[in-house]
């Protein structure tokens, strides 16, 4: 219940750069070497929710770092997948993927500088890469940026969204999106939590995850 919750929107926006990730129900990120989209404490305990806005195909890797499944689609993962510890979450229409993955991670193996990112080459290649920075709790000073060159490289300074401390709630469920029917099939709209109490992710207020932009595609069949 006091994990710290964050969401990340898998989505396809106008430009040069189609592809990108939006991080805490904000703004679509591009890739940004400098900009760090979350800062999890090593230690720490936390809940990501991985959604796809659209039908396409994201095989998701996070680095560093391994998690389990919560919750795929509202629903419990099949039993091969439940407490198995994984780094690549597959979110799309196909079968066994999903539209929305709740996850959760403990980060303790490693400090620095890692990626989240979308395995398929031409979205990663088109931006679908975000950063993000494990740090002790004792640790306040932002990691530098490795700018690598033929001459052995240097470093620039970094900087945070403006969630990349808090998050976008605590609690496995964290901020529920609205409408999820739009991707998410009826007899699942409502979600029973960890402490016996219910809600209807059709009563909650909307966000832009279930809102596609640019050529997204607008319905799971």
Same mark, same amino acid.
């Given at each position: 219940?006091?994990?710290?919750?964050?969401?990340?929107?898998?989505?396809?926006? @106008?430009?040069? /750069?189609?592809? *990108?990730?939006?991080?805490?129900?904000?703004?679509?990120?591009?890739?940004?070497?400098?900009?760090? +989209?979350?800062?999890?404490?090593?230690?720490?305990?936390?809940?990501?929710?991985?959604?796809?806005?659209?039908?396409?195909?994201?095989?998701?890797?996070?680095?560093?770092?391994?998690?389990?499944?919560? +919750?795929?689609?509202?629903? *419990?993962?099949?039993?091969?997948?439940?407490?198995?510890?994984?780094?690549?979450?597959?979110?799309?229409?196909?079968?066994?993927?999903?539209?929305?993955? @709740?996850?959760?991670?403990?980060?303790?193996?490693?400090?620095?500088?890692?990626?989240? &990112?979308?395995?398929?080459?031409? &979205?990663?290649?088109?931006?679908?890469?975000?950063?993000?920075?494990? +740090?002790?709790?004792?640790?306040?000073?932002?990691?530098?940026?490795?700018?690598?060159?033929? %001459?052995?490289? %240097? /470093?620039?300074?970094?900087?945070?969204?403006?969630?990349?401390?808090?998050?976008?709630?605590?609690?496995?469920?964290?901020?529920?999106?609205?409408?999820?029917?739009?991707?998410?099939?009826?007899?699942?709209?409502?979600?029973?939590?960890?402490? %016996?109490?219910?809600?209807?992710?059709?009563?909650?207020?909307?966000?832009?995850?279930?809102?596609?932009?640019?050529?997204?595609?607008?319905?799971?069949?």
């Amino acid at each position: 219940k006091t994990a710290k919750h964050r969401s990340f929107e898998y989505e396809r926006v @106008e430009g040069d /750069f189609p592809w *990108a990730i939006g991080v805490d129900l904000g703004e679509p990120l591009n890739t940004d070497p400098e900009q760090i +989209s979350s800062k999890p404490r090593w230690g720490a305990m936390e809940v990501w929710r991985l959604i796809n806005s659209g039908t396409w195909s994201h095989p998701i890797h996070i680095h560093a770092e391994e998690a389990i499944i919560l +919750s795929k689609d509202g629903r *419990a993962p099949p039993p091969w997948e439940m407490w198995a510890r994984k780094d690549v979450f597959r979110l799309g229409p196909e079968e066994e993927s999903a539209t929305i993955l @709740e996850i959760a991670y403990r980060f303790r193996d490693f400090n620095g500088t890692f990626m989240n &990112h979308c395995h398929n080459t031409v &979205h990663e290649d088109k931006a679908m890469l975000i950063r993000y920075d494990v +740090s002790s709790p004792d640790h306040t000073q932002l990691l530098y940026t490795p700018v690598p060159c033929w %001459g052995g490289g %240097g /470093f620039s300074d970094s900087f945070e969204v403006p969630t990349a401390q808090t998050g976008d709630g605590t609690g496995v469920a964290g901020p529920l999106p609205n409408p999820i029917d739009q991707w998410i099939p009826a007899d699942i709209h409502n979600v029973t939590f960890p402490d %016996g109490s219910s809600a209807s992710l059709a009563d909650m207020p909307p966000h832009d995850e279930f809102n596609p932009g640019f050529e997204e595609r607008t319905k799971i069949d």
